[in-house]
């Protein structure tokens, strides 16, 4: 009788412990510095080819639907070697501010998208950074999990 009791809350520390949080950091201060005609440039995400043409898409098509501003969605800053296909980092912040500088755009927007299988359960990950394009602060960064415990996409 004391393990049916107990069960409930087995589960609940197994599926924290499972849980990937979501992160959310801006920087006010830089974020209400933004200009009100500033132009947006979006390079297509990094990461899992599977998913970063429509993952780019659709945040753009996002963000096109919650600001007035000027967006501009680009292609891929650098050919994708190996390890960025497996999972590896960004392109390196520079290549990106500089052509972004070179093309007069103010705000860049760098995203990745990765994916990983778990005992049957696809889950994904996207990571978005925010940068001023002129000073090459970074203004914010989100990362948000995709998938549940049982998942069978990575939207």
Do not use: W
Request: proline share 5%; aromatic share 8%.
């Amino acid at each position: 009788m004391k393990m049916i009791r107990i069960f409930p809350l087995l589960a609940l520390i197994f599926l924290q412990a499972c849980a990937n949080p979501s992160i959310v950091n801006v920087r006010e201060r830089l974020a209400s510095e933004i200009p009100s005609k500033a132009v947006i440039f979006v390079p297509r995400f990094e990461g899992n080819p599977d998913f970063v043409e429509e993952s780019t898409d659709y945040f753009v098509s996002i963000l096109e639907g919650a600001v007035e501003n000027r967006i501009v969605q680009g292609d891929v800053l650098r050919k994708e070697s190996t390890d960025i296909v497996s999972g590896g980092n960004l392109a390196p912040i520079e290549i990106a501010l500089n052509l972004s500088r070179e093309r007069g755009y103010d705000v860049l927007v760098m995203g990745k998208v990765t994916s990983h299988k778990t005992m049957g359960s696809l889950n994904g990950f996207s990571t978005i950074r925010i940068y001023n394009v002129e000073t090459g602060d970074r203004i914010a960064n989100f990362h948000r999990p995709s998938g549940l415990l049982i998942a069978h996409s990575v939207e």
